[in-house]
């Protein structure tokens, strides 16, 4: 008892210095701000990770239970090893992101004080959200935490498509609070409670179907991802990295504690979950593919790795309702072990992109080319990325699937005729959608980074001087995060020890961890990892004393090759995509050749979400022709307003007169 409460003692700490580091740094000027506010929110990291990892490794509960008073009543904070699990990927990935911001923010000197009061609110509301157990204070840090990210999007305020973005990410949210508000309404009108104990066997289909729409709109689910790849481009990169690395698994989490509270999902509940993810996981990568936008490719790819994660859940939810304890156990070992490795590598290629962004200032692709030659840290970087999202041994992105992969084909031994047909065709699609993921990042770092410069914005900065690689401020937090992801590939064994517990959460027995199968990929990806640099040593002894003479490829009777006759991003990917087109809408801006003597031409190529196209931009076109219908209300005219007050003011009096 002492110790869980010296433990909740430091975790408070933790919390309030985060808060406290966010206004501290507004009393000292733009050049000490970023210094200021990295001190003290690595402290509060580390205060963070104490009790975290302990709840974690030991598999212990930490709990303390608040009072507001007459306001909210009793509120119970609880850190267990799936509280836990958010915490210590919350604290890491984020610390290092304000790492990373320190020196990418430094040419906007004058917008710092409210980003970093804004962040110091951000990173506590979302510890706040994975370990408050309390309906109505859940829903308030859930609000902190989308209304500071809000504020984080809000960066470069100016732009109109900025604001007008950031608004609709902002409505988006409160669409999903509003399933929520709906979804906890019901569960206490069951139960008469606001706690989180009092669920346990109240949580019908109809409830948590509600809840998770609520969820899925935070996590990105298809067809509530709209929000999604908009953001992300107006986003600062270390402020996308944390929303795509962290922030969209609060909605993963939310799903996962309400399961805590169901003994066994019904099987209906646990096909929906399956269904989403297989939708989620083949329309994200399809349309990562066709994006010129790398943040926005990249924000695709979130939605695709968010639905591997909600396949790998609709595996272990099925293992739970066909009573298959060990698909149960893999399938929630490949939830927990994607969310722990995407949480490593789609940051890391977030700040990579946001490396080449901060020095070429364009996000197309189609502008960059031949970066290799001067950012070769960032590229190799971005490199490793994109083979650890591609689920490429020796990285860590190999692990996670293999266990969703894993969990799949251990549900062929259950017995149910139509749960086999759906094995067979959730494994064609996740084979299908790990070949369109190595299309999908083969064609972007080609673009940014191989080739010849497409344009001047790839040569030189906005200020005239040659591109060059990013500062070792930015570059250490890639590093790390890029290290991270090889040795859980190389060393799975050891890593997956931080999963086990939050697994074993749901799992009436234990599952046996599987370190022999781990070990074994620990040898096979040591040994890949050895070969390779074998033969790249026995390469470079080969031509140590040999001269090298270099010669343009044969170029189909050209002489002189130019940028223009390298592959593009939508030649690359057009035949593969020619097959799917039914899944996408293509907008074609072409003016075709007809004289002899052509004068200058066109072709623009744009894709539009389906789900976007058929249902989003309805109900907003539909909102916007009811909204035109009141305009006659907002005249500008003072004596109007004063007759609206007047009116309304009678209306008060009458209705409290009746009364």
């Known amino acids: 008892m002492k110790e869980a409460k010296q433990m909740m003692i430091i975790f408070f700490t933790s919390i309030i210095l985060f808060v406290f580091s966010g206004l501290a740094q507004i009393l000292f000027k733009e050049k000490y701000k970023a210094i200021i506010f990295t001190l003290f929110s690595g402290l509060a990291t580390v205060l963070g990770l104490i009790p975290t990892t302990i709840a974690l490794f030991q598999n212990k509960t930490f709990f303390n239970t608040v009072n507001f008073n007459g306001l909210i009543g009793n509120v119970d904070f609880v850190l267990d090893p799936l509280s836990a699990f958010f915490v210590l990927v919350i604290l890491v990935i984020s610390f290092l992101a304000i790492i990373y911001s320190r020196k990418y923010l430094e040419p906007y000197n004058k917008k710092l004080s409210a980003h970093y009061f804004f962040l110091g609110l951000f990173i506590p509301a979302m510890i706040l959200v994975v370990t408050v157990q309390n309906i109505l204070f859940f829903l308030i840090c859930w609000e902190i935490m989308s209304l500071s990210s809000f504020f984080l999007l809000l960066f470069d305020s100016e732009k109109k498509e900025v604001r007008q973005t950031a608004i609709n990410y902002l409505i988006t949210m409160q669409i999903g609070v509003l399933f929520l508000f709906i979804g906890f309404i019901l569960l206490n009108l069951n139960t008469g409670s606001l706690d989180f104990a009092s669920f346990q066997g109240h949580i019908s289909n109809t409830i948590f179907i509600f809840l998770l729409a609520g969820f899925g709109i935070k996590a990105g689910f298809v067809p509530f991802h709209t929000w999604l790849p908009k953001a992300h481009p107006i986003a600062p990169s270390h402020i996308s990295a944390v929303m795509s690395g962290v922030m969209i698994k609060t909605g993963i989490y939310g799903i996962l504690r309400m399961l805590t509270f169901i003994e066994s999902p019904s099987l209906l509940l646990s096909y929906l979950v399956l269904f989403i993810g297989v939708a989620s996981a083949f329309f994200g990568i399809l349309y990562a593919i066709t994006q010129r936008d790398y943040k926005r490719m990249l924000a695709y790819s979130s ?170 401020g930015m570059l250490i937090p890639i590093g790390i995060l890029a290290v991270f992801s090889l040795l859980i590939g190389l060393f799975p064994q050891y890593f997956m020890q931080i999963v086990i517990n939050s697994v074993n959460t749901f799992l009436t027995t234990p599952l046996n961890f599987p370190t022999q199968i781990l070990s074994n990929i620990s040898m096979f990806n040591l040994a890949l990892l050895i070969t390779i640099g074998v033969i790249l040593l026995v390469r470079k002894l080969l031509l140590k004393n040999k001269t090298v003479t270099i010669h343009k490829t044969w170029a189909c009777g050209y002489d002189k090759p130019n940028s223009k006759m390298q592959y593009s991003n939508y030649s690359f990917s057009r035949p593969f995509l020619g097959f799917l087109t039914p899944f996408f809408i293509r907008e074609l801006d072409f003016k075709g050749i007809k004289e002899l003597f052509p004068k200058a031409t066109h072709f623009k190529s744009k894709t539009i979400d389906i789900f976007e196209y058929y249902l989003i931009r309805p109900i907003i076109n539909f909102d916007k022709f009811i909204i035109q219908k009141f305009y006659w209300v907002q005249s500008g005219n003072v004596q109007k307003y004063l007759l609206y007050g007047l009116i309304f003011l009678l209306l008060v009096i009458i209705w409290v007169v009746r009364k």
């Open 303 to 472: 939605i695709e790795n968010i639905g591997l994660i909600t396949i790998s859940l609709g595996f272990a939810m099925l293992g739970s309702s066909y009573h298959n304890h060990l698909m149960a156990g893999l399938g929630f070992l490949g939830v927990f072990a994607h969310i722990l490795n995407h949480s490593i590598f789609k940051p890391l290629l977030f700040l990579s992109a946001g490396s080449v962004l901060s020095k070429t200032h364009t996000a197309d692709s189609e502008h960059l080319g031949g970066l290799i030659k001067t950012m070769p840290y960032t590229a190799s970087l971005f490199l490793i990325g994109s083979l650890a999202i591609s689920a490429l041994p020796p990285f860590n992105g190999f692990i996670s699937e293999f266990f969703i992969y894993l969990a799949m084909l251990n549900g062929i031994s259950t017995d149910n005729h139509f749960l086999f047909p759906i094995l067979i065709i959730s494994i064609g699609v996740l084979a299908f959608v790990g070949a369109m993921v190595l299309i999908a990042f083969t064609n972007m770092f080609s673009s940014i980074f191989l080739g010849k410069s497409r344009s001047e914005k790839a040569l030189k900065t906005e200020q005239g001087s040659p591109i060059s690689d990013s500062a070792l």
